[in-house]
Protein backbone atom coordinates (compact mmCIF):
# COMPACT_ATOMS: atom_id res chain seq x y z
CA UNK A 1 0.00 0.00 0.00
CA UNK A 2 1.18 3.74 -0.14
CA UNK A 3 3.40 4.91 2.17
CA UNK A 4 4.66 7.97 3.27
CA UNK A 5 8.45 8.74 3.84
CA UNK A 6 10.22 11.82 5.02
CA UNK A 7 13.23 12.44 7.00
CA UNK A 8 12.70 11.75 10.50
CA UNK A 9 16.46 13.93 11.16
CA UNK A 10 15.66 17.57 11.85
CA UNK A 11 16.96 20.20 9.10
CA UNK A 12 19.31 23.16 10.74
CA UNK A 13 20.04 25.51 8.75
CA UNK A 14 21.25 29.47 8.51
CA UNK A 15 19.08 32.01 7.95
CA UNK A 16 18.56 33.45 4.36
CA UNK A 17 19.77 29.97 3.11
CA UNK A 18 16.85 27.58 1.53
CA UNK A 19 15.93 25.19 3.39
CA UNK A 20 14.84 22.09 1.06
CA UNK A 21 12.65 19.11 2.62
CA UNK A 22 12.13 15.77 0.68
CA UNK A 23 9.34 13.84 0.41
CA UNK A 24 9.29 9.85 -1.01
CA UNK A 25 6.37 7.49 -2.16
CA UNK A 26 6.59 4.43 -2.13
CA UNK A 27 4.28 2.73 -4.71
CA UNK A 28 1.96 4.48 -7.45
CA UNK A 29 2.31 8.15 -8.27
CA UNK A 30 -0.68 9.67 -6.57
CA UNK A 31 -2.87 12.48 -7.85
CA UNK A 32 -1.49 15.04 -6.28
CA UNK A 33 0.88 15.94 -3.03
CA UNK A 34 0.56 18.20 -0.43
CA UNK A 35 2.33 19.92 2.33
CA UNK A 36 1.36 21.32 5.57
CA UNK A 37 3.14 23.28 8.30
CA UNK A 38 2.48 22.41 11.95
CA UNK A 39 3.63 24.24 15.67
CA UNK A 40 4.01 22.24 18.44
CA UNK A 41 0.57 21.94 20.23
CA UNK A 42 -1.13 23.19 16.89
CA UNK A 43 -3.20 21.32 14.06
CA UNK A 44 -1.39 21.27 10.43
CA UNK A 45 -2.01 24.06 8.57
CA UNK A 46 -2.22 23.87 4.31
CA UNK A 47 0.53 25.32 2.16
CA UNK A 48 0.84 24.04 -1.09
CA UNK A 49 -1.14 21.13 -2.94
CA UNK A 50 0.74 19.95 -6.06
CA UNK A 51 -1.28 17.54 -9.18
CA UNK A 52 1.03 14.55 -10.91
CA UNK A 53 0.48 16.36 -14.05
CA UNK A 54 2.40 19.69 -12.50
CA UNK A 55 6.19 19.96 -12.45
CA UNK A 56 5.99 23.09 -10.36
CA UNK A 57 4.31 24.79 -7.86
CA UNK A 58 5.30 28.05 -6.02
CA UNK A 59 3.72 30.35 -3.81
CA UNK A 60 5.72 33.26 -1.84
CA UNK A 61 8.99 32.14 -0.53
CA UNK A 62 7.50 28.49 -1.21
CA UNK A 63 8.18 25.66 -3.75
CA UNK A 64 7.19 22.61 -4.31
CA UNK A 65 8.44 19.75 -6.99
CA UNK A 66 7.06 16.55 -8.56
CA UNK A 67 9.01 14.17 -9.75
CA UNK A 68 6.82 11.05 -10.66
CA UNK A 69 10.02 9.13 -11.87
CA UNK A 70 11.92 9.71 -8.93
CA UNK A 71 8.76 9.02 -6.77
CA UNK A 72 8.96 12.05 -4.82
CA UNK A 73 8.61 15.42 -3.62
CA UNK A 74 10.87 18.23 -3.03
CA UNK A 75 9.22 21.44 -0.54
CA UNK A 76 12.06 24.66 -0.90
CA UNK A 77 11.82 27.41 1.65
CA UNK A 78 14.23 29.65 0.21
CA UNK A 79 15.31 32.72 2.04
CA UNK A 80 14.76 30.87 5.30
CA UNK A 81 13.90 32.85 8.26
CA UNK A 82 13.37 31.51 11.84
CA UNK A 83 9.70 32.03 11.60
CA UNK A 84 9.78 28.98 9.14
CA UNK A 85 10.85 26.83 12.39
CA UNK A 86 8.15 24.31 12.38
CA UNK A 87 7.13 20.70 11.13
CA UNK A 88 6.63 19.98 8.00
CA UNK A 89 4.19 17.15 6.75
CA UNK A 90 3.46 15.89 3.07
CA UNK A 91 0.48 13.96 2.69
CA UNK A 92 -0.83 12.25 -0.26
CA UNK A 93 -3.74 10.24 -1.52
CA UNK A 94 -4.34 6.42 -0.82
CA UNK A 95 -7.37 6.02 -2.74
CA UNK A 96 -10.73 6.27 -1.71
CA UNK A 97 -10.27 9.73 -0.86
CA UNK A 98 -7.71 8.77 2.09
CA UNK A 99 -4.84 11.27 2.79
CA UNK A 100 -2.06 9.69 4.30
CA UNK A 101 0.76 11.55 5.87
CA UNK A 102 4.50 11.45 6.24
CA UNK A 103 5.88 11.77 10.22
CA UNK A 104 7.48 15.03 8.92
CA UNK A 105 10.48 16.90 9.08
CA UNK A 106 11.28 19.62 11.63
CA UNK A 107 12.70 22.17 10.19
CA UNK A 108 15.07 24.85 12.72
CA UNK A 109 16.53 28.22 10.85
CA UNK A 110 19.00 29.58 13.46
CA UNK A 111 19.15 33.71 13.02
CA UNK B 1 -13.74 33.37 13.87
CA UNK B 2 -12.29 29.69 14.11
CA UNK B 3 -12.66 28.01 10.97
CA UNK B 4 -12.74 24.53 12.64
CA UNK B 5 -13.09 23.75 16.28
CA UNK B 6 -12.92 21.15 19.00
CA UNK B 7 -13.38 20.83 22.22
CA UNK B 8 -12.06 20.05 24.90
CA UNK B 9 -8.40 20.87 23.82
CA UNK B 10 -7.47 18.74 26.81
CA UNK B 11 -8.84 15.44 28.06
CA UNK B 12 -7.57 13.72 31.07
CA UNK B 13 -9.59 10.27 31.96
CA UNK B 14 -8.94 7.16 33.80
CA UNK B 15 -8.87 4.00 31.72
CA UNK B 16 -12.71 2.35 31.13
CA UNK B 17 -14.02 5.43 30.98
CA UNK B 18 -15.96 6.77 28.15
CA UNK B 19 -15.45 10.22 26.17
CA UNK B 20 -16.49 12.88 23.93
CA UNK B 21 -14.62 14.94 21.48
CA UNK B 22 -16.56 17.51 19.55
CA UNK B 23 -16.13 19.45 16.35
CA UNK B 24 -17.60 22.02 14.29
CA UNK B 25 -16.84 24.14 11.41
CA UNK B 26 -17.91 27.01 9.60
CA UNK B 27 -16.18 26.86 6.31
CA UNK B 28 -19.22 25.44 4.87
CA UNK B 29 -17.31 22.30 3.70
CA UNK B 30 -18.90 19.17 2.84
CA UNK B 31 -16.35 16.26 4.27
CA UNK B 32 -15.03 15.94 7.87
CA UNK B 33 -12.13 13.75 9.30
CA UNK B 34 -10.88 12.16 12.18
CA UNK B 35 -7.06 11.60 12.10
CA UNK B 36 -4.85 10.10 14.86
CA UNK B 37 -1.82 11.87 15.74
CA UNK B 38 0.79 9.64 17.95
CA UNK B 39 3.40 10.15 19.94
CA UNK B 40 5.74 9.44 16.67
CA UNK B 41 3.73 11.85 15.09
CA UNK B 42 2.26 10.07 12.28
CA UNK B 43 -1.08 11.73 11.40
CA UNK B 44 -3.50 8.30 11.01
CA UNK B 45 -7.26 8.88 9.35
CA UNK B 46 -10.01 7.38 11.24
CA UNK B 47 -13.08 8.68 9.77
CA UNK B 48 -14.79 10.51 7.12
CA UNK B 49 -18.26 11.59 6.71
CA UNK B 50 -19.35 13.43 3.68
CA UNK B 51 -22.93 15.37 4.17
CA UNK B 52 -23.34 13.49 7.42
CA UNK B 53 -22.91 10.16 5.55
CA UNK B 54 -19.97 7.73 6.79
CA UNK B 55 -17.53 7.14 3.87
CA UNK B 56 -14.39 5.93 5.48
CA UNK B 57 -14.31 3.76 8.28
CA UNK B 58 -10.29 2.18 8.90
CA UNK B 59 -9.26 -0.72 11.23
CA UNK B 60 -10.06 1.29 14.09
CA UNK B 61 -11.89 -0.81 17.20
CA UNK B 62 -15.87 -0.37 17.49
CA UNK B 63 -14.87 1.68 20.48
CA UNK B 64 -14.66 4.29 18.20
CA UNK B 65 -17.50 5.95 17.30
CA UNK B 66 -18.02 8.51 15.08
CA UNK B 67 -21.50 10.61 14.59
CA UNK B 68 -22.44 13.41 12.19
CA UNK B 69 -25.47 14.82 13.81
CA UNK B 70 -25.49 17.45 10.14
CA UNK B 71 -22.52 18.38 7.98
CA UNK B 72 -20.57 21.10 10.25
CA UNK B 73 -20.45 18.81 13.07
CA UNK B 74 -18.24 15.55 13.78
CA UNK B 75 -17.92 13.92 16.67
CA UNK B 76 -16.02 11.28 18.39
CA UNK B 77 -17.14 8.77 21.15
CA UNK B 78 -14.88 6.57 22.48
CA UNK B 79 -16.04 3.71 25.20
CA UNK B 80 -13.82 1.91 27.10
CA UNK B 81 -10.64 4.01 27.36
CA UNK B 82 -7.22 2.26 27.24
CA UNK B 83 -3.55 3.89 28.10
CA UNK B 84 -2.75 2.81 24.50
CA UNK B 85 -5.58 5.57 23.13
CA UNK B 86 -3.89 8.64 24.78
CA UNK B 87 -2.72 10.61 21.44
CA UNK B 88 -3.95 13.94 20.08
CA UNK B 89 -6.57 13.66 18.03
CA UNK B 90 -7.43 16.14 14.79
CA UNK B 91 -10.58 17.04 13.26
CA UNK B 92 -10.06 18.13 9.91
CA UNK B 93 -12.72 19.71 6.76
CA UNK B 94 -12.39 19.69 3.66
CA UNK B 95 -14.71 21.12 0.60
CA UNK B 96 -15.02 17.55 -0.90
CA UNK B 97 -13.20 14.13 -0.45
CA UNK B 98 -9.63 13.70 -0.63
CA UNK B 99 -9.84 16.84 -1.85
CA UNK B 100 -7.79 17.81 -5.30
CA UNK B 101 -8.41 21.62 -5.51
CA UNK B 102 -6.87 22.41 -1.82
CA UNK B 103 -6.22 20.80 1.46
CA UNK B 104 -7.67 20.31 4.44
CA UNK B 105 -8.20 22.85 7.50
CA UNK B 106 -7.57 21.14 10.72
CA UNK B 107 -8.52 22.11 14.40
CA UNK B 108 -6.23 22.83 16.55
CA UNK B 109 -6.43 18.94 17.72
CA UNK B 110 -7.31 17.23 21.49
CA UNK B 111 -4.95 16.07 23.40
CA UNK B 112 -6.29 12.83 25.58
CA UNK B 113 -3.98 10.64 28.26
CA UNK B 114 -5.54 7.68 29.74
CA UNK B 115 -4.23 7.64 33.10
Known amino acids: SQKIEQNSEALNIQEGKTAT ?27 LLIR ?60 | DTAVSQTPKYLVTQMGNDKSIKCEQNLGHDTMYWYKQDSKKFLKIMFSYNN ?34 SAVYFCASSQEPGTTSGGYTFGSGTRLTVV
Open chain 1, 52 to 111: ENEKEKRKERLKVTFDTTLKQSLFHITASQPADSATYLCGTERGGFKTIFGAGTRLFVKA
Open chain 2, 52 to 85: KELIINETVPNRFSPKSPDKAHLNLHINSLELGD
Open chain 1, 21 to 47: LTCNYTNYSPAYLQWYRQDPGRGPVFL
